[in-house]
């Protein structure tokens, strides 16, 4: 029999839309649950989740049958004030995300999904983290995590993400570039894609036009590209950044490894964010944030804790189901790995 996946849930900020769209994905997920295929661990504010459940009408239960298993990580002393950063909110988040990684060194849950935080609320309450990605990295004692942004098959990974642009140049080194072009590769067979290809886009514009525009493409992150490719992995590049992500687009590549936050970031959420021509408002986001190369799995929705329509009940639980399936999507196929390695090792004996 398959044991099924265990997910725990962090809430993000309570004071934004992270209970309304947990409070939606699980139970759009609910099948999953019943079926015996997963099991959902919700860790964050118990209040501020079941008032959102009150404030939109969903029943405690299918039928006498839980959504999820939900765990108050508190108490936190300071108010906590829906759509307002705070203090409070910060120490909300931190602490899911915290008891979160507890779980999974504990072999009591197989990935993290993890609801939008506020950086300033985060900073606020003492805890002097960029965000998720850094805040795992110093949980889990591993510095060189890296972040892949997924949008449906689009997959995309970055060199640096917060940091100074004036600062990127000289972090992008032969051991960073190894470091995530091997996780990349190896997510993307989690991902079921046996030869996965993999395009590097370069630094400067045009690739530094030979040397004219900068040295680093030429100098730094092609020589690590070949290195790859006498490997026989389909490694390429470098490739100008303005091409790159079309060629993307077009299923050329099934990935592409941006050298900073932006070059990865813009295109995927330009695609990611569906929106209303007669309003100018967004209507729905999907999109996911997966975090690689730490001894832990964590998928995260691809948007922020959008303050301003925290408590009405509209907001959209596309992107939270997507890091779901992800998640899944990932465990399933680790668990694969795993089990040919070691029918593999029994076939040696």
Same mark, same amino acid.
């Given at each position: /029999?398959?044991?099924?996946?265990?997910?725990?849930?962090?809430?993000?900020?309570?004071?934004?839309?992270?209970?309304?769209?947990?409070?939606?994905?699980?139970?759009?997920?609910?099948?999953?649950?019943?079926?015996?295929?997963?099991?959902?661990?919700?860790? !964050?504010?118990?209040?501020? @989740?079941?008032?959102?459940?009150?404030? /939109?009408?969903?029943?405690?239960? $299918?039928?006498?049958?839980?959504?999820?298993?939900?765990?108050?990580?508190?108490?936190?002393?300071?108010? @906590?004030?829906?759509?307002?950063?705070?203090?409070?909110?910060?120490?909300?988040?931190?602490?899911?995300?915290?008891?979160?990684?507890?779980?999974?060194?504990? +072999?009591?849950?197989?990935?993290?999904?993890?609801?939008?935080?506020?950086?300033?609320? @985060?900073?606020?309450?003492?805890?002097?983290?960029?965000?998720?990605?850094?805040?795992?990295?110093?949980?889990?004692?591993?510095?060189?995590?890296?972040?892949?942004?997924?949008?449906?098959? /689009?997959?995309?990974?970055?060199?640096?993400?917060?940091?100074?642009?004036?600062?990127?140049?000289?972090?992008?080194?032969?051991?960073? @570039?190894?470091?995530?072009? $091997?996780?990349?590769?190896?997510?993307?067979?989690?991902?079921?894609? %046996?030869? =996965?290809?993999?395009?590097?886009?370069?630094?400067? =514009?045009?690739? +530094?036009?030979?040397?004219?525009?900068?040295? %680093?493409? %030429?100098?730094?992150?092609? =020589?690590?590209?070949?290195?790859?490719?006498?490997?026989?992995?389909?490694?390429?590049?470098?490739?100008?950044?303005?091409?790159?992500?079309?060629?993307?687009?077009?299923?050329?590549?099934?990935?592409?490894?941006?050298?900073?936050?932006?070059? !990865?970031?813009?295109?995927?959420?330009?695609?990611?964010?569906?929106?209303?021509?007669?309003?100018?408002?967004?209507?729905?986001?999907? +999109?996911?944030?997966?975090?690689?190369?730490?001894?832990?799995?964590?998928?995260?929705?691809?948007?922020?804790?959008?303050?301003?329509?925290?408590?009405?009940?509209?907001?959209?639980?596309?992107?939270?189901?997507?890091?779901?399936?992800?998640?899944?999507?990932?465990?399933?196929?680790?668990?694969?790995?795993?089990?040919?390695?070691?029918?593999?090792?029994?076939?040696?004996?």
């Amino acid at each position: /029999m398959t044991l099924p996946i265990r997910l725990a849930f962090t809430m993000g900020d309570p004071a934004g839309i992270g209970p309304e769209i947990i409070a939606k994905a699980t139970r759009q997920m609910a099948g999953l649950v019943h079926s015996g295929h997963a099991e959902f661990i919700v860790l !964050g504010s118990a209040a501020a @989740l079941l008032e959102a459940e009150a404030r /939109m009408g969903m029943p405690a239960t $299918d039928n006498g049958r839980a959504f999820y298993t939900l765990v108050d990580v508190g108490p936190v002393a300071q108010p @906590l004030v829906l759509g307002q950063i705070s203090a409070a909110g910060g120490e909300w988040a931190y602490q899911a995300v915290a008891q979160a990684v507890a779980l999974v060194q504990a +072999g009591k849950a197989d990935a993290i999904v993890t609801g939008p935080l506020c950086k300033e609320a @985060l900073h606020m309450a003492g805890h002097a983290f960029e965000g998720h990605t850094e805040m795992l990295a110093h949980l889990t004692g591993q510095r060189d995590a890296v972040m892949m942004l997924a949008h449906g098959d /689009m997959h995309v990974t970055h060199i640096t993400t917060h940091c100074a642009l004036a600062d990127v140049p000289g972090r992008i080194t032969p051991k960073r @570039l190894r470091r995530v072009f $091997d996780v990349t590769l190896a997510a993307l067979r989690a991902l079921g894609i %046996e030869q =996965p290809r993999v395009a590097v886009a370069g630094l400067n =514009p045009h690739c +530094g036009e030979g040397g004219i525009l900068g040295k %680093e493409d %030429e100098e730094i992150i092609a =020589p690590v590209i070949r290195e790859y490719a006498a490997q026989g992995e389909a490694v390429s590049g470098p490739h100008p950044g303005d091409i790159v992500f079309i060629k993307l687009r077009a299923r050329q590549f099934d990935a592409v490894v941006a050298m900073y936050h932006d070059q !990865g970031h813009i295109p995927v959420k330009l695609l990611g964010f569906q929106i209303d021509p007669a309003t100018g408002t967004w209507q729905s986001v999907s +999109g996911v944030n997966i975090t690689l190369g730490l001894p832990i799995l964590r998928t995260s929705v691809d948007h922020g804790t959008a303050f301003d329509i925290a408590g009405k009940g509209i907001a959209n639980a596309d992107s939270m189901v997507e890091a779901a399936d992800y998640a899944f999507k990932l465990i399933a196929g680790q668990r694969a790995t795993a089990a040919a390695q070691l029918s593999a090792q029994k076939v040696d004996a």
